[in-house]
Every structure is written in C-alpha cells, then in structure tokens.
C-alpha cells in the first residue's frame, strides 16, 4: 500500500468512526466516553469488559453496535449453573448415528458476556481459549470462530453474593476494563422521555465486517515512533512493584503489576485513538488517554492501598 493510500485509509477510519457513534447516539444517550472505547478496542481487535451498577444500559449499548456494525450477536447469560458446552457447543448423535459438533453461542461476531462473574471459574475458563486463540477445541477437534470476533463482558460491582471474581488471567484477556457511570440529570431526563414514549429512531448499517477487518489490518500497520512506544512500556513497566522503574507509590500501594500484554494493547489503542482523532501516527497524548482503560483491571492493590483508600486510577494519575 502506498502512503497516499494509507492515509485516505485513516481519513475513511475517522469518517467512519465519526459515523458509529453518530448511528449509535440515536439509542445510547450520554456515554460518549464507553462509546468510543469500545469501538477502539474492536478496531484493535480487542475485547472490553464493561463494569457499572444495573440500568446503565450496558446490554443495549452492546446490541446497538452490533446492529450498527450489520453483525451477528450473541448474548450468553451467565449464571451459577451455566457450563462449557452451553457457551462453545457440544457433539450430539445425530440420526444417521454420527456424531456432528452442534454450535454453541460463542460462534458469533459479536458475543455478550452478560454477569460474566456468576458463573464458576471452569466456565468463565470456556471462554479463554476463544479470547485469546478465537477458536474453541471440542472432543479434541478445533473450531475456528467467525470473524471478526469480539467479547464484550459485563459486571456488576456491588453486588458480590453468589460472584466468583474473575481470576487474573482471564482479566488479562480484555484490552480495556471500562467503567460506566450514571447519566448526568440532563442525559436521565432524555432517556427517561425516550424510552417512556413510542419509540422513533432507525438505525443504519454503518460498516461490514470485511470493512472492520480492513481497520484491524490497518491499525497495526500505523507508524508509531520510538519515543512513544517506549514511553507505553517504560509506563507498564512502572507498575511492578520491587524492580528498578517502580516509583515508591507502586512498591507500597501494588502487589502484582501489569504484564506485557498490557505494553501491546496500549501501543495499539493508541495508534487507533490516533486514527480516529484524524491523526496519521500516535503521540504520548494518545497513550495517555487509554491508559486506565488498559491498565486499571491489571494492576493488583495490596490491603494498604485498600485500607487507605487508594484506587488504581489514583496511582495510574501519579505514574502519568
């Protein structure tokens, strides 16, 4: 691809993305910030966790992308009782007495993981493997999922009665950990005027998912320059306690830091929240404005950062 080709390409993305959240904005009022986080981390080829008390519209947000994007979705619930095959499908004997795979719910574009964190560690392990190597292995055979291919969890934090927490590594399997908040009185009185009255709106199909693959394709091949790449890592590598760039808030306040997969993700967001701001290679600003996204569901408190009332988002502000 020549340059001037890659840049119209990054002209389109920024178009487009301007397109999304317009489309998406006719059914999710407020919530500019969720909006744009979740497209980067699907043009980045990543997965979001979405973390916010019942009512915020977390499922809704998520189906209206889908339909905007002309995708296929997929909602599992999670719950207590819910196991493996329900997710990734299981083989059944069918009548000529052959064994054939039957599809479970994670063969979708999209997939939501509803209270991802009801349902036992064995199950949440399920979804690891589709993560991560977006296949699934049933009686041995390998299932290759659709593409493109996102995750899109939800969890409810106050609620902590009959959870099992998600374990680190699962955690680490989501690019951003994004918090959604309560609408703002203004935002709650247009959606409460919406949603109480016959509803209006249309949505159009934006993008397909050859065009999704195209942006994926295109993000990683954005330049970024070394000063940039360097200062994302020198920032995860500050995270870990006990090593030579840990600052002293992090040796007293953190007991695990953020891994490299942490490094990669930041590097890629940023080049995408670049791309969609119409700029043709990413700065430290742009990492910056990802990084309690990528960082926060990483860095892991110990009982004096607890007891003192210290979050993650406070220590990743000293860090910047």
Same mark, same amino acid.
């Given at each position: ?5 890659? =840049? ?6 920024? +178009? ?14 407020? %919530? ?6 979740? !497209? !980067? /981390? ?26 905007? #994007?002309?995708?296929?979705? @997929? ?31 994670? $063969? /979708? ?27 699934? &292995?049933?009686?041995? %055979? ?17 609620? +902590? ?9 699962? #955690?680490?399997?989501?690019? $951003? ?13 247009? =959606? ?6 016959? %509803?209006?709106? %249309? ?7 050859? +065009? ?6 295109? !993000?990683?091949?954005?330049?970024? &320059? ?11 590598? *500050? ?24 490094? +990669?993700?930041? =590097?890629?967001?940023? @080049? ?21 996204? =990528?960082?926060?569901?990483? !860095? ?17 502000? *000293?860090?910047?």
């Amino acid at each position: 691809m020549s340059k001037e080709s890659n =840049v119209a390409a990054v002209d389109n993305l920024a +178009q487009s993305y301007d397109a999304l959240s317009k489309e998406v904005g006719k059914v999710i009022i407020g %919530q500019e910030g969720v909006v744009k986080a979740v !497209i !980067i /981390s699907m043009f980045s080829r990543g997965h979001s966790l979405l973390v916010g008390v019942p009512g915020l519209a977390k499922t809704l947000l998520v189906s209206t992308i889908s339909e905007v #994007l002309d995708l296929e979705f @997929k909602r599992i619930q999670f719950t207590p009782d819910l196991m493996p095959s329900d997710i990734t499908g299981s083989e059944i004997l069918d009548e000529d007495r052959h064994f054939k795979f039957n599809h479970g719910p994670i $063969f /979708s574009n999209i997939v939501l993981a509803d209270e991802i964190n009801r349902t036992p560690p064995k199950t949440q392990a399920a979804l690891l493997e589709a993560m991560q190597e977006r296949s699934v &292995t049933v009686s041995g %055979q390998r299932h290759l999922l659709p593409n493109p291919f996102f995750v899109l969890a939800t969890q409810n934090p106050i609620e +902590q009665e009959g959870t099992y927490p998600l374990p680190e590594a699962q #955690l680490d399997r989501f690019m $951003f950990n994004i918090n959604l908040d309560y609408p703002s009185y203004e935002e709650e009185v247009t =959606v409460v005027k919406n949603t109480t009255a016959p %509803q209006k709106y %249309q949505l159009n199909h934006v993008l397909t998912g050859e +065009q999704i693959l195209g942006f994926q394709d295109l !993000i990683r091949k954005i330049p970024i &320059t070394d000063n940039v790449l360097e200062y994302a890592v020198n920032l995860v590598a *500050k995270t870990r306690p006990g090593t030579e760039r840990a600052t002293s808030d992090v040796n007293n306040y953190i007991s695990w830091g953020a891994g490299p997969r942490a490094s +990669q993700f930041l =590097v890629l967001g940023a @080049k995408c929240h670049a791309a969609i701001h119409g700029k043709y290679s990413p700065d430290i600003e742009d990492v910056k404005a990802i990084s309690n996204l =990528v960082l926060r569901h990483r !860095i892991v408190r110990n009982y004096k950062a607890e007891a003192e009332g210290i979050s993650e988002e406070d220590i990743i502000r *000293k860090l910047l």
